[in-house]
Structures are given as C-alpha cells and as structure tokens.
C-alpha cells in the first residue's frame, strides 16, 4: 500500500493544484518512483489511498495495467490519516502480511528485501534511517531487532514497513494517527525492526524537493 491521500501544507504552493506524491524528482512523480520500485521487486498488486485531489491520483493510477500491474485506489471523503487510511483499505490488502510505503519519500530502498518477513503474531516489522537533521530526536530504539521506546540511541521511521492485518483488525475506519497503536505494539513487544542506511529524504518542504532534484541530477 502506497500511501497518497495528505495535502502537503508545508510544500504550498507547489501543492495548491497538485497532490504531493504527484510532484516530481528527476522526471517522475514520487508515487511512480514507488510503483516502478515495487514492480521491480516483484510485487504486483497495489492499494494507493488517496483524499486530497485524489482525482489527479485515480487518473494517474487507472488500473495499473500501464505498469503491469493492478492498483485499486482506495478514496477517502477526507483524509483519515495513516492508520485510518490503512483500515479503510483492510478488506482489499488480503490476509497476508502487507508492505505498507508512505508516498511523501524519495528512497530507492529495495523493497524485495520485505518480501519474506513475517511480522509477529498482530504485529509490524519497521525499516528505520538514520535521523536526519530535521529530526535529530529519532522516533524509536533498536535493541537486537526488535523495537523499544526512543532511547539514548534512536532512529528515525522511515514511513516504510510491514503489518499483519491482524495489527488493525477491529478499529474503525475513523481519521486515527498510527504512532499511539505502534507505541502500544511496542510495549507488548511485537514490532521488529532494521536499519537502512542509504539515500532516503522526507519530501516535507520544497527545500528537500529540490535537493532530491539536485541528487539526482548529480548521480546522472
């Protein structure tokens, strides 16, 4: 599940007509980076939620075939933030552990490497980066792969991971941010996690844009 449907306030204007997963790093948009990435690791079927503008965003996926692959657009009458985007779209995501990307990164992170885990019973498997400067603090500890409340030490989430629908099964589709559920998932010590060490950048703010823009250029 690709997740699509945040207005992007901090990236105005460039988000006053365009979602932000629609802005574009080195000739495509965020949200194809993501897809052609996934296809690539061999996944074939998609979930892209979508609330702001999210006409721009079900024209721009179709049904995926011009990917090979299928996407259902899951559309939010308002956007119901990260968890309660991922319940919304629960009955589509199977019974299988799913892997679940934010929209708003840029990070070629070679998603195949997921393919394979297995969260705990009801739980999650997070990748985490290191802190980047706009968030020195981290969000969470990493103590032999399993995850712990920010310590000394900590890391930040990267907006990708794996859950069992067992990790949301019985919560409403009702706007509902994700951390209270992983900070309870925590403490019953069911998330594991690693780190990914590499090029990741939080698309928040049209600064960081452009020094995707520019990275790329460089790298050609």
């Given at each position: 599940?690709?997740?699509?449907?945040?207005?992007?306030?901090?990236?105005?204007?460039?988000?006053?007509?365009?979602?932000?997963?629609?802005?574009?790093?080195?000739?495509?948009?965020?949200?194809?980076?993501h897809?052609?990435?996934?296809?690539?690791?061999?996944?074939?079927?998609?979930?892209?939620?979508?609330?702001?503008?999210?006409?721009?965003?079900?024209?721009?996926?179709?049904?995926?075939?011009?990917?090979?692959?299928?996407?259902?657009?899951?559309?939010?009458?308002?956007?119901l933030?990260?968890?309660?985007?991922?319940?919304?779209?629960?009955?589509?995501?199977?019974?299988?552990?799913?892997?679940?990307?934010?929209?708003?990164?840029?990070?070629?992170?070679?998603?195949?490497?997921?393919?394979?885990?297995?969260?705990?019973?009801?739980?999650?498997?997070?990748?985490?980066?290191?802190?980047?400067?706009?968030?020195?603090?981290?969000?969470?500890?990493?103590?032999?792969?399993?995850?712990?409340p920010?310590?000394?030490?900590?890391?930040?989430?990267?907006?990708?991971?794996?859950?069992?629908?067992?990790?949301?099964?019985?919560?409403?589709?009702?706007?509902?941010?994700?951390?209270?559920?992983?900070?309870?998932?925590?403490?019953?010590?069911?998330?594991?996690?690693?780190?990914?060490?590499?090029?990741?950048?939080?698309?928040?703010?049209?600064?960081?844009?452009?020094?995707?823009?520019?990275?790329?250029?460089?790298?050609?």
């Amino acid at each position: 599940m690709i997740l699509a449907a945040g207005m992007g306030r901090r990236m105005l204007p460039l988000t006053q007509d365009t979602p932000k997963p629609l802005l574009k790093v080195a000739g495509l948009s965020l949200l194809e980076h993501h897809i052609v990435n996934l296809k690539t690791a061999g996944i074939t079927e998609l979930v892209i939620n979508a609330a702001y503008l999210a006409d721009q965003i079900v024209d721009f996926c179709g049904d995926g075939s011009r990917w090979g692959l299928h996407i259902h657009v899951s559309v939010e009458s308002e956007p119901l933030e990260t968890a309660g985007g991922i319940i919304k779209a629960l009955p589509v995501l199977g019974d299988s552990p799913f892997l679940v990307v934010n929209g708003d990164i840029w990070c070629p992170y070679p998603f195949e490497r997921l393919l394979t885990i297995a969260p705990r019973a009801a739980g999650a498997h997070l990748v985490l980066v290191p802190n980047p400067p706009h968030h020195a603090d981290g969000d969470f500890s990493l103590e032999h792969g399993c995850l712990l409340p920010k310590g000394q030490i900590s890391f930040t989430f990267s907006g990708i991971a794996v859950y069992r629908p067992q990790f949301f099964r019985g919560l409403p589709p009702i706007k509902q941010p994700l951390k209270p559920l992983l900070d309870a998932a925590i403490t019953a010590s069911l998330v594991s996690g690693e780190v990914h060490v590499g090029p990741w950048v939080d698309v928040g703010t049209p600064e960081r844009l452009q020094a995707v823009e520019e990275a790329c250029r460089t790298a050609r």
